[in-house]
């Protein structure tokens, strides 16, 4: 992604569980233009990582600990989150 | 305290903690680990978590069935390897009575199920292994404790 205007946002993704085993990774550091959104987070994780590709087209996810909408934004400092269906209990 | 533990769930301590003299009613749930799934002969499970999220999401759980409640809850997970007849989660619920006392157990385990970030790996006896999807039955609820 180029990045456009402003400041870029810097946004730590966290993957777990199955998703980390097939795309390989479990923490990666993006920078996105700036008013990018969780989906946009998640299009940059498919370029870096070609084995991206096979997640979900809208996985769940969440930002800072929190349930998020792909279409939320992002901001700068953010920890994004990827999460498998969830399995507790 | 942690929702989250390595160690063994302490239910007694669990129940210590929501006791109390005013309580006339106390609902226990616990989750074990058994040794079948699909037909399958299950040989152990491992829990992962993201931890900081659980954490918040559970404390969010508790905190929102004593306010819709006249209760006290503990729960517990676990997190890494368990074997079989392991205690996986506990939730302990005092109330005045049983009625809130049910509701409110009930609540806390199914939303726990629904928005708390633990993932399950299934170990299977053949030595194969899988990490649960509880999307993937035909009925979800048949899935998990």
Known sequence: MVIE????????????????????VEVCDLALSASATVADALAELRLKHPGADVLPTRPLCARNHSQVAMEDE???????AILPPLAGG | MNFLTEAGID????VARVAGSGRGAQVSFTGTVRNH???????????????PMAEVQ???????????WPVSVALQHRVGTLAIGDEAVVVVVAGDHREEAFAACRFVLEEVKRRVPIWKHERYADGTEVWVD???AADPAERGS
Not at chain 1, 74 to 80: A, L, P, S, T
Not at chain 2, 58 to 68: D, K, L, M, S
């Open chain 2, 11 to 14: 239910t007694a301590g669990l």
């Open chain 2, 37 to 51: 799934q699909d037909g399958r002969e299950v040989r152990e499970l491992h829990y992962t978590a993201y931890g």
């Open chain 2, 58 to 68: 559970c404390g969010t759980i508790v905190a929102e069935a004593e306010a819709r």
């Open chain 2, 134 to 136: 509880p999307t993937d």
């Open chain 1, 5 to 24: 205007q402003g400041r870029p946002v810097h946004v730590r993704m966290l993957l777990f569980a199955s998703y980390a085993e097939v795309v390989g």
């Open chain 1, 74 to 80: 992002v901001r700068d400092g953010d920890e994004v």
